[in-house]
């Protein structure tokens, strides 16, 4: 198991700009591949992006791909989410997920896959 705290979140302006932190506990974080989830009120919770546990592979959902870039640093047990040209439409809590097997990166798209969340943080974009 791995503990997961997010932080980074906040309020900013339709085109702006901000940086997610997901630290993670324990010396095995560089075992785990990292997801990016996101869940507005009233909605299932949605896919942003995912990475291998090297940091070689990456995945991301159709509506952040060129906005948002997911990254790590294994050896300070965190990764990054770097969200970019922000829209009304990704104000919504913020989760990291950590998940572990030897499964292309795709397969982690679906919240099921991951035993270990963060609390979550909040984003909101205003226009």
């Known amino acids: 198991q791995v503990q997961l705290v997010e932080s980074g979140g906040g309020s900013v302006q339709v085109g702006g700009s901000l940086r997610l932190s997901c630290v993670g506990s324990?010396?095995?974080?560089?075992?785990?591949?990292m997801g990016w989830f996101r869940q507005a009120p009233g909605q299932e919770r949605e896919f942003v992006a995912a990475i291998s546990s090297s940091g070689g592979g990456t995945f991301y959902a159709a509506s952040v791909k060129g906005r948002f870039t997911v990254s790590r640093d294994n050896a300070q047990n965190t990764m990054y989410l770097q969200m970019n040209n922000l829209k009304p439409e990704d104000t919504a809590a913020y989760y990291c997920a950590a998940g572990r097997g030897p499964q292309a990166i795709w397969y982690w798209t679906l919240p099921v896959r991951y035993d270990n969340w963060g609390q979550g943080t909040q984003v909101a974009v205003s226009s």
């Open positions: 324990g010396r095995i974080f560089s075992t785990y591949t």
